[in-house]
């Protein structure tokens, strides 16, 4: 198979600051990437050396098995939708789609029935005349869509171009693009700091955090096994158990990770490759699907325990803040965890 | 309720002025608007009107026979010769400037950040500190016969390209100082700082995204400067040639100490009421800039320059 984009021990810096910081991937061609991370992680520097817009410090970046290092953006084939989506204020929404057709010299029919095609496949047909400000956000998103689509490139990159969406609306372009990607075949690189959006998207999801990639994975790998600390908090909740209680439960000082929907609370004998602990109910929050219990342990850290509320006659918990709890798990439940990103 | 007897009077006002949002709209506006109408609107008209009023040439006196006489008068060639002269300045004028500022003004809106861009702003606007009439006299030393301008075309080899230039009908004159070309440079230098600021101020609220979305679509630089960069400035520039248009078609006083003799507008507004005595067709002679920037303006406005503001 082919790669989409290659990065070799790439870094980024600006001043003293390490905005990307040795950072390896292999994005496949045709594939959902995204890249996860909280703001400030690197992930869209990463975006940005993609496109251009910035240039590495060291390492490569191949796209398409081309050295990419040092060329500008106009002479690469990938195409960018912009997070504040960056519409040509002063030109229709035709004009707007057909500019990376006009710089590149297509004839003015040819230009506009392409336009007006990729409008149509972004539900748009008919907004031609329109200009920019005379749209809403979720329209503005779709056009953004199509001017960098209609330049049919082999990549495209998406920086949080939902993150001004409504949820509804986002919801639904999620979607819509999830569907327009498998439709094109083409590489789709999308960054976000939304995991929910990262995992319902996603082929492979890259995890950053300050300029590093702790874990490359399936979106199902990711919050199953995840490899740090860090991804395991970040991607979804979880309980980090450390140190002599972590000896207690699991035979080993390694950190592991428990999910706090794999906890229940112990009812009959403790069963064969089952672990448990005791603590007090400290607070309970009711989240309509799921219940949320956090129970303080003996040595002070909290651990949360999820349970969905798929009995529908239960109406009340059953249990009362202040309580004494003891809750079980699976041995097979407990993912262990290297402390920091992993060194290449 | 009897709390609002309690309150001290300023306390009533300002309740007062808050549920009567009008009634502290006008508080505010009413000052200026008096200040506006009266002294600035009411003196302009009533100067408009006496361009109706009819002079004398023998007696020297003007009577209140209104009479169109003054208005047909500014066609008469001698008349009407001041006007082309000052245009054709005035329009030129805001075409070298723009020229010369845009490079000015982008700089300073995309490369430059703090200290370099107060810098910045301090070296454009410093010029207007000193009195603009104090900055035409030097002028006129600078590009005196003899002077420095003089000196260093001199020292260049130039001089048989200047004697050329100086040659050119409409364009040269005896000397530097007293030719329609240094006329020209020295209202470029004056107005300069005005095309500069609001071509800054449009090029300053450009985003960055925008152009890298241009060069993200395959636009080489030259083609994101003509088809994003240049559309975009055209609000500032707009702004910026209304300055340098206006500033041009009103001075008289640059006129007067550089460039060859002949009146300008200005200039011959100064000598039909003061010298002459002839208010009627000084009033007549000052609606003819009010006429030539309304056209400018609907000029402007034609070419969508304030559609982007």
Redesign the interface.
Known sequence: MTLAVQFTHVSRQFGEVKAVDRVSIDIQDGEFFSMLGPSGSGKTTCLRLIAGFEQPSAGSIRIHGEEAAGLPPYQRDVNTVFQDYALFPHMNVRDNVAYGLKVKGVGKTERLNRAEEALAMVALGGYGERKPVQLSGGQRQRVALARALVNRPRVLLLDEPLGALDLKLREQMQSELKKLQRQLGITFIFVTHDQTEALSMSDRVAVFNKGRIEQVDTPRNLYMKPATAFVAEFVGTSNVIRGELAQRLSGSTQPFSIRPEHVRFAEGPLGAGEVEISGLLHDIQYQGSATRYELKLENGQALNISQANNQWLDISSGHQVGQSITARWAREAMTPLTDSAGEV | MSLAISHPPMRRFSNLLYRKPDLYLAMLLVPPLIWFGAIYLGSLLTLLWQGFYTFDDFTMAVTPDLTLANFAALFQPSNFDIIVRTLSMAIVVSIASAIVAFPIAYYMARYTTGKTKAFFYIAVMMPMWASYIVKAYAWTLLLAKGGVAQWFVQHLGLEPVLQFVLGVPGVGGSTLSTSHLGRFMVFVYIWLPFMILPIQASLERL?P??L?????????PR?TFM??IL??SVPGIAAGSIFTFSLTLGDFIVPQLVGPPGYFVGGMVYAQQGAIGNMPMAAAFTLVPIVLIAVYLSIVKRLGAF??L
């Open positions: 985003p995204s925008l890298q979305a241009s060069a993200d679509l395959g636009a080489k083609q088809q994003v559309p975009l559609d982007a």
